[in-house]
């Protein structure tokens, strides 16, 4: 193993002086009272190494011992790592000692003593290549793949696989050969590097699945696809947060990975004492079971924030290559823009816009390019859907984040302030938002037999029917109510129904929180019906009155369960109200 | 320890930093430059770069350099209690040196996973907090207010009511009369045992003001943690630390990111926010904090790198319809609130909140058609007389009421000036609490 010594310190930056060859992003350790602290390579000049250390520099020595370890920053993967929370170099938390995190405390992401029941899925004989699975076994109530290690490269023949039966995670689970008859044994566990992409599969094709997130404006009118990409800019105090926890706690995924990056340890908290005791509506499992959270929240070490995102991935990934449906979110990739800024500064590098580093567009680029829905080498499908939150800075999209990531991913989630301002939640801003998923014609064939006929085109009508009433609004606020026609009131009534009754949905609500894709479409016709309808009123003051009380009566639905007798009793009073009000506004069909 | 080098040769200063050869200094150890308090911010081979708090007026190229050996401590015991120390943790009121164990200033992170749901009510009886904006124990939150606006007053007026065991005052660039404020506060009311001010005056150097939130939540974590204490720190003002950091990284040639800042304050504000936690065992820390703003301007990068650090913000404004400071309704914003309203406060508390602030929204709509020369029609005029009596009877800062009083007057708000479907509140909460007598509005 190459050695070096620490020639100098300024905050998480380290120089060391090397003897002999260093690798880019190799892992060194540095030895400090009695501890090993980890820390990457990030710049070689000559012998004089620059590193990034996942730590607190404030124990080091100038003089001490420097241990380049030859590998990269790697995950273990292998079954447990379902329910674990990790910090951002994957150890886990929860083995950790004391309240507090000691400077250099390391812990082991899986757990080496605990049994897995491993059922083979290959015959000796067979020819298999990385990725290919060799068996299964049970974690939490996922079949967890045992997959022919990614490193390997070419065909390798099986010799052996174990038989049925309960083994440890280090036990040798079955014995290939390579071409050049180089004899490998097989666990269940593997490292990968997290910066580098897991590629074992056939081919990645264009999304064209809708994955149900189970919020109204999202799904019907801004919906993610399987192995979509997402993001989600907003303010502070918009609803990021939340609005990502809604997803996390709705979706129809197998796999769920939360990554808290450089976010509030409360909000981690949350997620920790909640998700073992709320039930995924799809499998009726707790939350938790599918779950990993990796945090590291903002008072941890800064350059870990970096880690944290690529772990994250990876352990996406390696779930996709079992054929699973695997959903991602970071919050938020601004803090981990921000730690490669202040490393840059560091650094003295050159700066871009905003003093961020100027590779900045391509390294969020490449990382939101991992995610995608793939056909495995068995044939299979899996996918990586991948939402992340940005935080722009005064709440100006015009930033180097929120634009890098506007050129890479197909869905953007817009939070305003100002519906925030006015408590209109999920603040997402319907009109500056948009999926791209809705233009590809893959999407719109998929929901014209998932869905309805017609789906997509429904969809846009009702974006204009939003757009329409927002310029009725704008008329009637600069000409005065009486000085426009009643029928401008009308437009922008209809969009506000809208605006009530299918953007702003209740997280808080334990029904109104999570809609069925069925559920959405019954109130979607609903509300388009409704848009259809012509209304003769006399007075403007009337059509508020009136969409009032449909407003009214559509949230109570909302607030039923679906089908419910409540929910039938709400759909005959909106019945009623949509034919009664005709007395003195004629209504026509 | 025992023998300590002096070095007498410096090679470089600035108006914040000096540089020296210098043998087995570390990063962020504490040194004394001619016995003023300096701390190491660079090692470089053998030069070593100090950032000197006081400022480095009167420092020659010949003045003796100590180094400690160990960074900023604090000793922590019960002795703390109802002292005045300054940045460095000495007294400045005159009494006994501190004893007790010694620690480092910024200590390590809590183990996100030892770390407990914040979900105790912190009561304040400010209905534009307690009802809108509802306070927990364990939360982060800080006043963004005008330089004009009482923001001191309103932060020990909430320190008094709330119920806490230890109050923790870390006072960064106050005014004298500030400071004297807080302290004839604190001992009117008679609780000078259980507060602990860590202060630097405006008169103080301001690269002082750098140790006092890790003075103060170092003494915090003491407090919350050693004994299981409900501790409540407040922190003013953390635009003069932000302003100190820009200083620093200033004379250390950093590239500055928005608003001249550092790139790394969101991480800095962040290291002393983040001390605010809720422990298993019952001890707490709850931070509030006053980040003043320029012209109510909050994307200046300190408020809002705030804003994505703390939970939530409180805005005071002035109501000039009836001539007093609110907690603005729009801007201001409890995230916590969620953990405890309508569980640990009556069940109608989240959609009486919403309710209110929604048609109050209404109202500023109706204000601005009225400022622009437009008929109000008749819900509009309903809309404002409701407005001047819900900022009057329950947004105004003077209000002291226990909660379950603050929606009773809430519902009261609504059943004198709406209608029964104008008010959008779930049917089960409707028909428990709206009572079609009192309606005025049938």
């Known amino acids: 193993m190459n050695t070096g010594k620490v020639t100098g310190v300024i905050s998480n930056l380290i120089f060391i002086e090397a003897h002999g060859a260093v690798t880019q992003n190799e892992i060194c350790l540095i030895h400090s009272e009695n501890k090993q602290l980890m820390a990457e390579v990030i710049r070689v000049t000559g012998t004089q190494v620059s590193a990034q250390l996942f730590e607190t520099s404030m124990t080091i020595k100038m003089g001490s011992l420097v241990d380049f370890t030859g590998r990269m920053l790697e995950v273990e993967l292998g079954p447990g790592i379902l329910s674990k929370k990790y910090d951002g170099l994957q150890n886990d938390l929860t083995k950790m000692s004391g309240l507090f995190i000691e400077i250099g405390q390391t812990t082991p992401p899986l757990d080496s003593d605990v049994y897995y029941n491993f059922t083979p899925l290959i015959q000796p004989g067979e ?59 097989v666990t269940m566990v593997q490292k990968w590097p997290v910066k580098r992409a897991i590629n074992a599969f056939q081919q990645k094709i264009r999304p064209h699945k809708i994955l149900q997130t189970g919020l109204r404006v999202i799904d019907t009118l801004n919906p993610m696809a399987e192995g979509g990409t997402g993001y989600i800019p907003g303010p502070f105090g918009t609803g990021k947060t939340v609005l990502q926890q809604a997803i996390a706690k709705n979706s129809k995924a197998d796999v769920l990975i939360v990554v808290a990056c450089g976010e509030r340890a409360n909000e981690v908290v949350e997620i920790f004492t909640e998700f073992p005791k709320l039930t995924d509506p799809d499998t009726g499992r ?108 005064g709440g100006n999209f015009k930033e180097p984040v929120t634009e890098s990531t506007s050129k890479v991913a197909r869905c953007f989630y817009a939070l305003s302030q100002k519906r925030a301002d006015a408590k209109r939640y999920p603040a997402i801003d319907p009109i500056a938002s948009y999926s791209k998923y809705l233009d590809y014609p893959e999407f719109v064939e998929n929901t014209d037999t998932s869905l309805q006929k017609g789906w997509v085109a429904l969809v846009k009508k009702c974006k204009d029917l939003i757009r329409n009433g927002l310029e009725a609004r704008d008329q009637i606020s600069i000409l005065g109510d009486d000085a426009v026609p009643v029928e401008y009131h009308v437009v922008f009534w209809k969009s506000e129904m809208i605006d ?71 759909k005959k009073e909106l019945d009623k109200a949509l034919l009664h009000n005709g007395e003195k506004m004629v209504t026509q069909l | 320890m025992g023998f300590k080098r002096i070095y007498t040769k410096i090679s470089n200063i600035t108006k914040a930093t000096c540089t020296l050869k210098a043998e087995g200094a570390r990063f962020g150890e504490l040194a004394k430059v001619n016995g003023m308090p300096a701390q190491v911010i660079s090692v470089m081979g053998e030069d070593v770069t100090l950032q000197v708090f006081s400022g480095t007026e009167g420092i020659s190229s010949h ?43 910024k200590g390590n992170a809590v183990n996100p996973v030892k770390r407990s749901k914040p979900s105790t009510l912190l009561a304040t009886g400010i209905a534009g907090i307690d009802l809108n904006n509802t306070l927990v124990t364990g939360q982060k939150i800080p006043f963004f207010a005008d330089p004009d606006q009482p923001y001191n007053q309103v932060l020990a007026e909430v320190a008094m009511r709330a119920e806490a065991d230890k109050i923790i005052l870390g006072g960064m660039g106050l005014s004298n009369d500030d400071y004297l404020f807080f302290k004839n506060t604190f001992s009117k009311a008679g609780v000078l045992n259980k507060i602990v001010c860590f202060i630097n005056t405006s008169e103080n150097p301001p690269l002082e003001r750098l140790l006092i939130p890790d003075m103060a939540c170092t003494a915090a974590e003491y407090f919350a943690n050693d004994q299981k204490q409900k501790v409540l720190v407040l922190l003013t003002d953390m635009t003069l ?21 550092p790139g790394s304050l969101y991480s800095d504000l962040a290291s002393i926010y983040e001390k605010s936690v809720q422990f298993a065992h019952g001890g707490s820390i709850t931070i509030i904090a006053v980040t003043t703003l320029n012209e109510g301007d909050i994307t200046h990068a300190i408020p809002d790198n705030t804003g994505y650090i703390t ?28 953990n405890v309203i309508g569980k640990k406060t009556r069940e109608d508390h989240p959609q009486v909140m919403n309710a209110l602030v929604r048609l109050y929204a209404d109202a500023m709509d109706a204000k601005t058609k009225k400022e622009n020369g437009f008929d109000l029609n008749e819900y509009d005029k309903r809309c404002l007389a409701f407005a001047k009596d819900y900022s009057r009877k329950l947004l105004a800062v003077d209000v002291n009421i226990p909660i379950d009083q603050m929606l009773d007057t809430g519902w009261q ?22 009572d079609d007598e009192k309606t005025v509005n049938a």
């Open chain 1, 127 to 185: 020819t298999v290549h990385a990725g290919d699975w060799l068996g299964s076994v049970k974690e939490n109530w996922i079949d967890h793949k045992i997959m022919v290690p990614f490193v390997l490269k070419g065909a390798y023949t099986v010799v052996s696989v174990v038989k049925k039966g309960d083994y440890l995670i280090n036990d040798v689970m079955a014995v290939l050969t390579s071409e050049k008859d180089e004899k490998i044994e």
């Open chain 1, 286 to 393: 707790t939350l938790d079971d599918k779950t990993t959270i990796i945090c590291n929240t903002s008072n941890m070490p800064v350059a870990a924030r970096e880690a944290s995102v690529y772990v994250g991935m990876t352990l996406a990934e390696y779930y996709r290559a079992m054929g699973l449906k695997v959903l991602i979110l970071a919050d938020s990739t601004s803090r981990w823009a921000q730690a490669l800024r202040e490393m840059s500064n560091r650094m003295e590098e050159l700066p871009g816009p905003d003093a961020f580093p100027v590779e900045l567009p391509a390294t969020i680029a490449n990382f939101y390019s991992r995610a995608g829905i793939t056909q495995l080498n068995n044939g299979a499908w899996g996918s990586v859907t991948f939402i992340g939150t940005v935080s722009p800075a």
């Open chain 1, 500 to 570: 009530f009754a299918l953007i702003q949905q209740d997280s808080f609500d334990d029904v109104d929180m999570n809609n069925s894709l069925e559920r959405q479409r019954y109130m979607f016709n609903k509300l388009m019906d409704i848009g259809d309808m012509e209304f003769t009123f006399t007075e403007f003051e009337e059509v508020a009155t009136f969409f009032k009380q449909l407003i009214n009566i559509l949230k109570q639905m909302n607030y039923a369960p679906f089908d419910s007798a409540q929910f039938k009793k709400h």
């Open chain 2, 63 to 105: 003045s003796d350099v100590i180094f400690t050996g160990s960074p900023p401590i604090l000793k922590v015991s019960d002795l703390l209690a109802g002292r005045f120390l300054n940045g460095y943790g000495e007294p400045i009121d005159g009494g006994p040196e501190l004893r007790g164990e010694t620690r480092a200033i």
């Open chain 2, 241 to 261: 630390y932000a302003d100190a950091l820009a200083i620093v990284a200033n004379k250390m040639d950093q590239i500055p990111s928005k608003d001249s800042m």
């Open chain 2, 311 to 338: 939970e939530g913000q409180l805005f005071l404004k002035q109501d000039a319809d009836i001539g007093k400071v609110i907690i603005d309704p729009f801007r201001s914003l409890s995230r916590l609130k969620q």
């Open chain 2, 413 to 434: 708000l609504l059943q004198t000036y709406f209608k029964k479907f104008e008010v959008g509140i779930k049917e089960n909460i409707m028909d428990h609490y709206w």
